[in-house]
């Protein structure tokens, strides 16, 4: 039988039991129900169909974006339609863990699941590069909020000697759709649309919102904390500043032109102002201390490097082998 967290102990005494976040009093002494086998592997469900979401929409678009840029126009544009994407997602993911404990993380996960689900929206509906960007952009919001609290929500409901191997089961929810979303992104664009890459978003977002709602009972406990909005602004302009450098310079633009070059100027102060706000705010977004932690140092290396691969190849290939070499999107 697994274990849960207990609930803040009020300041002063009273005859009212804390509450779930559903309003349920809890049994007497305040303290819930250890969660059975059972009921957890239903909560792990929907938490699975959640960060499937999120995991789907980094691989899925891949095989559809030329079909896509091709009717919508403006292929200069569509690296952006996976960048905006992961730009949000990174930037929000931090933010949602305090979010989660300012207002509890069951509301805050479907609340996300909603964000994701309209961003799916905006984009199938799109009529423009600029709008399925847009549409991206908010599917990322939401992606950062599955992904996150996802794992925080594990560690509500399961005991630390349980949790490694719940968790193997989401890192094998990554490995599944980084094969199945390449190839389902494919599938849809040749047998219906290259729309249905966002419409299949929206009864999965139903289920998990269903699954979450009817599995998942955490005791109402909230924890105060400073929100770095001003490190997430921060971050995400230099960011963009330095992808604007990479997809106008050589382009649309000389790597020479004033733009390009302001551009890219703009990108680097901005990265020296944030390593300077975080190292001031009392709660940063990114505390800077971490970079001293060598595990932390050496595994971001690494993962920056595997993201540059990873997504360079899921992005790229598909262009390269259906426009240059005239495959089909499957």
Same mark, same amino acid.
Do not use: C
């Given at each position: 039988?697994?274990?849960?967290?207990?609930?803040?102990?009020?300041?002063?005494?009273?005859?009212?039991?804390?509450?779930?976040?559903? @309003?349920?009093?809890?049994?007497?002494? $305040?303290?819930?129900?250890?969660?059975?086998?059972?009921?957890?592997? %239903?909560?792990?469900?929907?938490?699975?169909?959640?960060? *499937?979401?999120?995991?789907?929409?980094?691989?899925?678009?891949?095989?559809?974006?030329?079909?896509?840029?091709?009717?919508?126009?403006?292929?200069?544009?569509?690296?952006?339609?996976?960048?905006?994407?992961?730009?949000?997602?990174?930037?929000?993911?931090?933010?949602?863990?305090?979010?989660?404990?300012?207002? $509890?993380?069951? !509301?805050? *996960?479907?609340?996300?699941?909603?964000? *994701?689900?309209?961003?799916?929206?905006?984009?199938?509906?799109?009529?423009?590069?600029?709008?399925?960007?847009?549409?991206?952009?908010?599917?990322?919001?939401?992606?950062?909020?599955?992904?996150?609290?996802?794992?925080?929500?594990?560690?509500?409901?399961?005991?630390?000697?349980?949790?490694?191997?719940?968790?193997?089961?989401?890192?094998?929810?990554?490995?599944?759709?980084? /094969?199945?979303?390449?190839?389902?992104? %494919?599938?849809?664009?040749?047998?219906?649309? &290259?729309?249905?890459?966002? &419409?299949?978003?929206?009864?999965?977002?139903?289920?998990?919102?269903?699954? +979450?709602?009817?599995?998942?009972?955490?005791?109402?406990?909230?924890?105060?904390?400073? +929100?770095?909005? /001003?490190?997430?602004?921060? +971050?995400?302009?230099?960011?963009?500043?330095?992808?604007?450098?990479?997809?106008? $310079?050589?382009?649309?633009?000389? &790597?020479?032109?004033?733009?390009?070059?302001?551009?890219? /100027?703009? @990108?680097?102060?901005?990265? @020296?102002?944030?390593?300077? &706000?975080?190292?001031?705010?009392?709660?940063?977004?990114?505390?800077?201390?971490?970079?001293?932690?060598?595990?932390? !140092?050496?595994?971001?290396?690494?993962? *920056?490097?595997?993201?540059?691969?990873?997504?360079?190849?899921?992005?790229?290939?598909?262009?390269?082998?259906?426009?240059?070499?005239?495959?089909?999107?499957?």
């Amino acid at each position: 039988m697994t274990e849960r967290s207990e609930p803040a102990q009020p300041s002063e005494p009273s005859d009212q039991q804390p509450a779930t976040e559903e @309003g349920e009093p809890t049994p007497p002494g $305040g303290v819930p129900a250890p969660m059975t086998p059972r009921e957890v592997l %239903g909560v792990i469900g929907g938490l699975m169909v959640g960060l *499937f979401l999120a995991a789907l929409d980094q691989t899925i678009v891949a095989t559809a974006l030329p079909t896509s840029v091709g009717e919508l126009g403006g292929s200069e544009q569509d690296s952006w339609t996976v960048t905006a994407y992961l730009l949000t997602a990174t930037a929000s993911t931090p933010l949602y863990g305090k979010i989660g404990d300012l207002y $509890g993380r069951k !509301s805050v *996960f479907q609340a996300a699941v909603v964000i *994701f689900v309209l961003g799916s929206l905006v984009s199938a509906v799109a009529t423009s590069m600029g709008v399925l960007i847009i549409g991206r952009a908010v599917q990322g919001l939401g992606a950062g909020g599955l992904i996150a609290l996802t794992l925080a929500i594990v560690g509500d409901i399961v005991s630390p000697r349980e949790r490694g191997r719940y968790q193997g089961l989401f890192g094998a929810v990554f490995g599944i759709s980084s /094969v199945l979303g390449p190839l389902l992104g %494919g599938f849809f664009t040749e047998s219906l649309s &290259w729309r249905w890459v966002f &419409w299949i978003n929206v009864p999965l977002g139903l289920v998990a919102l269903v699954t +979450i709602q009817r599995t998942l009972h955490l005791p109402k406990k909230r924890v105060e904390h400073s +929100i770095d909005y /001003v490190g997430a602004a921060l +971050i995400v302009a230099a960011v963009s500043a330095i992808l604007l450098v990479t997809v106008w $310079g050589g382009n649309e633009y000389e &790597w020479n032109d004033p733009l390009i070059v302001g551009l890219a /100027v703009l @990108g680097v102060a901005l990265i @020296g102002v944030f390593v300077a &706000w975080e190292l001031r705010v009392p709660e940063p977004l990114l505390p800077m201390r971490l970079f001293k932690n060598p595990v932390f !140092s050496n595994t971001s290396a690494v993962s *920056f490097l595997f993201g540059i691969a990873f997504f360079g190849g899921i992005i790229y290939l598909p262009v390269y082998l259906q426009v240059v070499r005239g495959y089909g999107p499957t």
